[in-house]
């Protein structure tokens, strides 16, 4: 009977049974080894699936520039309130008042200037179409009063407002003359050359009044 010789199979399975197990180490060469060996068609389709998932960037907004706020133009200043001498100032200063722009003791003719012929004409008094009253001696001023609500000191007072603004405006009259249902109030300029006063009735400036002294 013819024998066998069983050495070289025994001898394989030797060998594959005692091969040492593959070390933590060898196999993340084993791995870098892959990367290294990989096609570079395959890294460009990876590029482009992961720019296909990247969310889409907004587009950029386009910078809005407002226009600037048209500048305005201060309103001219009307001719009425550059008939009084430049000298003359606000209460605060010299505690003038004016009316309209003008003071008692300029001539007539630069009112007429400023406010026109008068519409009603009596003895020495005259009425222009703005309201103002005045009375005149010798072509000077003497007086001049008005009873319409349109026409406003510089300090912001008139007719028609409440007297309790004098207070707050021009503080405490010099002269207070308690009438039955009301009050005149009574200021003077710095020299006393001048008096105005601001006639009240019923909580309410009924009249404004500016006068020359003596």
Known sequence: ????DFSGITSAFSRKDNKPAETTQ????????????????????????SQANKPAE???KAEVKQDAAPEVQAAPVKEELNI???????FKNSRDITIAGALPGI??????????????RGDNIFTFDNGLTVEVAANIVKKISVITGEIITPEGVAVDMQETILNTTYETADEVDVKSNGADYRYFNKNKTRKFTFVSRGGYITKIVSELIG
Not at 39 to 48: E, I, M, V
């Open 1 to 4: 009977m013819p024998k066998f």
């Open 58 to 60: 907004e587009p950029a």
């Open 26 to 49: 060898q196999k993340v060469e084993s791995a870098a080894q892959g990367v290294a060996g990989a096609s570079p068609l395959s890294g460009l389709a990876a590029a482009l699936a």
């Open 84 to 90: 009084i001498d430049s000298s003359v100032k606000l």
């Open 107 to 120: 001539s007539f003719d630069k009112m007429k200037a400023a406010f026109g012929e008068p519409v009603d």
